[in-house]
């Protein structure tokens, strides 16, 4: 059964950072690219990063480049998201995400909030 378990979300002031983990279980971790996407109440899903699993390349929305990175811990099976100079337009659900050409898989979910 294939898990993807997000933590460390929480309440933060504007400026501060967080550090977001998605820890997987239940496939091969390597052969997947791992996203983050988020949502914020009344708004779509959207893409904030991903780490492409055949070359280690890294993508950003453009509203967080510059103040997010996206990393891959294979031995942990944990991808972690730093969140650093957060501001309220951050604030939402955070979700990882597991991409192969073959499936994809989606955690729960952990919430940012940010206070200004």
């Known amino acids: 059964q294939v898990q993807l378990v997000e933590s460390g979300g929480g309440l933060v002031q504007a400026g501060g950072s967080l550090r977001l983990s998605c820890t997987a279980s239940?496939?091969?971790?390597?052969?997947?690219?791992i996203a983050w996407f988020r949502q914020a109440p009344g708004k779509e899903r959207e893409f904030v990063a991903s780490?492409?699993?055949?070359?280690?390349?890294?993508y950003y929305a453009d509203s967080v480049k510059g103040r997010f990175t996206i990393s891959r811990d294979i031995a942990k099976n944990t991808v972690h998201l730093q969140m650093n100079n957060l501001t309220v337009e951050d604030a939402a659900v955070y979700y990882c995400?597991?991409?192969?050409?073959?499936?994809?898989?989606w955690g729960q979910g952990t919430q940012v909030t940010v206070s200004s």
């Open positions: 995400t597991a991409l192969s050409d073959y499936d994809t898989y």
């Open positions: 239940g496939l091969t971790f390597n052969q997947y690219t």
């Open positions: 780490h492409v699993h055949k070359d280690g390349s890294s």
